[in-house]
């Protein structure tokens, strides 16, 4: 039976994505289709995904299934790419591909992938809980229909954005990448606590809460972050002293050189 919907690749990113769609009944799990690595893969991912979706290794025969389907995911690993072009199946008609592959560039994908019409769509991991942020960039003629229904696939795990594919490097170096930042952030005001005397647990948990307080202030009260920076910060007082050590070692630097550089190699991967 021909698929509805293919997932090439089931990683963290695939199945937040694909989970919730299951669990809306946005696509039944029998007509769900998708490829894993090999049987060692399988047996791994059947436990964490809801019973009844079709799962088969790359060797097996029955995989080519996949192309089958009008809406495939892309989700492999990029120097997977070439590998898994050169093995895929005959399609049906036009079928849609949306790769969330780092750095690979449209017109790669429709090189790779002729028979097909490409989206590139960059999520990043607060997809995972449900707050996630999705950029999409639009290939050749994908009409009105497909376009709804691939925002209505990432609308389900947080805000979606349509930008041209030129935008999409730097966003994936702020929201992609930014979470490791935030939480090499979070880690260091955790261990800063308990260097001035909190217990580790207690410093963990309150760090993640400061840091997801401050974001939330920002964001409901339309603040910019020099607004909030200057709210909590009185002469001569404790927080003042503690932006100047920042900005005395050169957080605010370090922070935009990580962005730039992120944005840069994926660039190159293109």
Known sequence: MQPAFGVIGLGRMAQALVVPLLERGRIPSDQLLAVVGGSGSLEQ???????GIGLVAADDPSAQQVWTAPIQLLAVKPQQLDAV???????VGQPLLISVLAGVSLARLQHLFPGHRCVRAVPNTPALVGAGLTALAWGEGIDQGQRDQVRQLFADVGEVLELAEAKLDAFLALTSSGPAFVALVAEAMADGAVAAGLPRDLALRLSHRTLAGTAEL?????LHPAQLKDMVTSPGGTTIAGVRALER???RSALIEAVVAAAERSRELA
Do not use: N, Y
């Open 45 to 51: 991912r059947r436990g964490s995904l809801p019973a």
């Open 85 to 91: 072009a050169a093995a895929a199946g005959p399609v």
């Open 218 to 222: 920002l964001d409901r009260r339309d």
């Open 249 to 251: 070692i050169g957080l």
